[in-house]
């Protein structure tokens, strides 16, 4: 089981981008997803997270920007950004808990970063 996440890009403030996650492999459900960021020189912080029956958090800094959102079907995770700060320029990673497959029950699993870069 992976998380592949895509999306990252470079935008100017205010622009858009939209992050997706997918996690392959065989499974059967996955109890929490969500977006994680770090910045350089700063440690790494929860940007938002959504439940399998779409209950959302977010960190107050991206609430009425972000939204997150997910597919069960497919278990796919998505960051609509929108009105982006040079603030939230960071590497982005997406987290999954509770994975349950056929084998085993994955208690978490993260994805590869993927680069917001927002110039001012």
């Known amino acids: 089981v992976q998380l592949q996440a895509s999306g990252g890009g470079s935008v100017q403030a205010g622009g858009s981008l939209r992050l997706s996650c997918s996690a392959s492999?065989?499974?059967?459900?996955?109890?929490?997803m969500g977006w994680y960021r770090q910045a350089p020189g700063r440690e790494r912080e929860l940007v938002a997270t959504?439940?399998?029956?779409?209950?959302?958090d977010y960190i107050g800094s991206v609430k009425g920007r972000f939204a997150i959102s997910r597919n069960n079907d497919n278990n796919t995770v998505f960051l609509q950004m929108n009105s982006l700060k040079p603030e939230d320029t960071a590497v982005y990673y997406c987290?999954?808990?509770?994975?349950?497959?056929?084998?085993?029950?994955?208690?978490?699993?993260w994805g590869k970063g993927t680069q917001v870069t927002v110039s001012s």
């Open positions: 492999g065989s499974i059967f459900s996955i109890r929490l």
């Open positions: 959504i439940n399998r029956r779409g209950t959302t």
């Open positions: 987290n999954a808990e509770h994975i349950a497959t056929p084998d085993r029950m994955y208690p978490e699993l």
